[in-house]
């Protein structure tokens, strides 16, 4: 598939202790002419002050495509900032925000880490993210592993902590694709099913044989699922 060339630059937000690494396998295949951005989820201590660091790295106007944290983000950048986001793709990412139990475990979690002996997030709790078939592929693993390394222990405290309320979605109104996995254990196809559904005219495509890490599981099938949405959007960008 050829996407026209007055296509509009894509920016891609990584998710929760993922760098822009992320989008490794993804950016060589999409059919991409205009420039495309891997940004990180920062500078900023809170969802508006991310997304707005974002829109300021970010070209004038653009599609933005957020991956599970990034897709809250990106949702919130949206909000912030609608008559430069020209279209939306928000991929393995939901409406859910933490209760208030949730949000105490993870900090309870946080606070039995070292940080002088940080190496990233489980290697138990990774593997879980994953398509049944995959939680046994240590190279992935590890690789997902290290983003978490490399971002370090105070990126995992302020993301841990980002409060995910409050952030729009029937306010939204450019053109939308929600991508879910079929088999991801931390995303059901409830919550992506009700994320698509609170956003207007929202489309909704779920990929096979993925858990959780679609632009590592299953790197192919997400960039076909971009590229067909935005080009048949490719009249209104």
């Known amino acids: 598939m050829k996407i026209p060339a007055v296509s509009l630059p894509l920016v891609l937000l990584p998710g929760y202790m993922l760098d822009e690494t992320l989008w490794d396998e993804v950016v060589p295949l999409l059919h991409w002419e205009a420039p495309v951005h891997r940004l990180p ?7 508006e002050e991310i997304a707005r ?6 070209p004038e ?13 990106a949702r919130k950048v949206a909000e912030l900032f609608p008559e430069r986001v020209a279209a939306l793709v928000l991929v393995a990412s939901s409406l859910e925000v933490d209760s208030a139990e949730r949000a105490k475990a993870k900090q309870d979690a946080i606070r039995a880490l070292d940080p002088a ?23 992935l693993v590890t690789r ?17 902590g980002l409060q995910r309320d409050g952030i729009a979605a029937a306010s939204l109104h450019c053109p939308t694709l929600v991508i879910g996995a079929a088999q991801d254990p931390l995303r059901g196809a409830r919550e992506t099913r009700e994320l698509a559904a609170a956003i207007p005219g929202a489309r909704l495509d779920v990929i ?30």
Do not use: K
Not at 53 to 58: C, L, M
Not at 117 to 139: C, K, N
Not at 144 to 160: C, N, P, T
Not at 211 to 232: S, V
């Open 61 to 73: 106007r653009f599609v933005l495509v957020g991956f599970s944290l990034g897709g809250y983000l």
């Open 208 to 237: 096979e044989q993925s858990g959780h890490m679609l632009p590592l599981e299953q790197p192919e099938a997400l960039a076909r699922a971009i590229e067909a949405f935005l080009y048949g959007q490719r009249n209104s960008l």
């Open 117 to 139: 002996t940080f190496r990233g997030l489980s290697m138990g709790a990774i593997a879980q993210s994953l398509h049944p078939d995959r939680r046994g592929d240590r190279e």
């Open 144 to 160: 997902i592993r290290e983003m978490g390394r490399r971002l370090g222990y105070e990126a995992m405290v302020l993301q841990s």
């Open 41 to 47: 989820l920062g500078p900023g201590t809170t969802t």
């Open 53 to 58: 660091g974002v829109a300021q790295a970010a």
